[in-house]
């Protein structure tokens, strides 16, 4: 048990933001399955408002529970928002453009595009907050 509790310890940064990407990978399709199955909105309205949700998500987790930011000051904390909304706003066109791709030019399923189109975010996203917003404070 100790062996498997180290090896949580030692990747726990990674199980964390697998797990949370997930569950914002949860949110987002269940958030544009209803949007576009249940209530039939365009898809690209259906996903700028699974967008917006599932960021607002994957924020609060983030910093809360897998980076473990350290900012509390307002301008710190103003220059982290800025820059995780402005790597998911980069990342959502980029999502955009592969869900539109397959909808539009190869005449796909909406639903199916949009599972591809998130596993590319996640990713993404990943690197982009471990490298540049949630960067650990130098001490």
């Known amino acids: 048990m100790n062996a498997l509790f180290d090896l949580y310890k030692k990747y726990e940064e990674s199980i964390l933001y697998l797990f949370f990407g997930g569950m914002t990978f949860v949110v987002s399709v ?14 690209t309205l259906a996903y700028v408002a699974s967008w917006f949700l599932a960021v607002l998500f994957a924020y609060l987790t983030n910093r809360i529970w897998v980076f473990k930011s350290q ?58 907050s471990k490298l540049f917003i949630f960067k650990k404070i130098e001490e």
């Open 71 to 128: 900012v509390r000051d307002l301008a710190g904390l103003a220059r982290e928002i800025w820059q995780f909304y402005l790597a998911r706003i980069v990342t959502g066109v980029i999502g955009w453009l592969i869900l539109a791709f397959g909808v539009q030019i190869l005449h796909q399923n909406d639903l199916v595009w949009n599972g591809i189109q998130n596993i590319f975010v996640i990713v993404s996203n990943y690197v982009l």
């Open 30 to 43: 269940v958030t544009y399955s209803l949007f576009s199955a249940v209530l039939h909105w365009d898809y």
